[in-house]
């Protein structure tokens, strides 16, 4: 997930940018929404399929935006005295939830890649690609109780292996 994640950056960072660009004039506020639309993106349960996780991402930035928006409709024509806003907790996720959810990315990363070859690669089309079980058990000519097992031994060396 994380190389897909990584590879959706790259390829579409500057669109995200231009696209939140067009609707918040301030360029910190831009750069801070592109990064969190990638952030949740590396937060949700399924990734979507490889040819609409475009669009997804910019579902993401267009929802991020619109929250961006409702945030600061209270406080607009309103001058607000810093001294009373000491208190108020950031709504953003602090850096360290950041760096936090890095390293379980990476810990997750290293324990796929220590699962045998055909349970990795079963476990990776399913959970990442959205492929259901029944298509697997088709493409590789096995029963779809065979499927199950190797998505079942998956997810308890992954259990292992990240507690």
């Given amino acids: ?39 949740r993106l590396l937060s949700v349960d399924q990734v979507p399929a490889p040819d609409k996780s475009r669009a997804y991402l910019f579902r993401i930035a267009e929802h991020l935006t619109i929250d961006h928006y ?51 690669e079963v476990f990776i089309r399913h959970k990442f690609d959205g492929l259901p079980q029944k298509t697997l058990a088709a493409e590789y000519g096995v029963t779809l109780n065979a499927i199950e097992k190797l998505l079942i031994r998956a997810l308890l060396q992954l259990r292992s292996a990240l507690q």
């Fill in 70 to 120: 409702r945030r600061q409709a209270p406080l607009a024509g309103k001058q607000l005295n810093l001294d009373d806003c000491a208190d108020l907790p950031c709504p953003a996720p602090a850096p360290e939830r950041h760096a936090i959810a890095r390293q379980e990315l990476r810990r997750l990363q290293a324990a796929i890649d220590t699962l045998p070859a055909r349970c990795r």
């Fill in 1 to 39: 997930m994380n190389r897909f994640v990584t590879a959706l950056y790259l390829d579409h960072i500057g669109e995200i940018r231009r696209y939140i660009g067009r609707r918040i004039a301030c360029r910190d506020t831009v750069a801070d929404l592109a990064q969190e639309t990638f952030v």
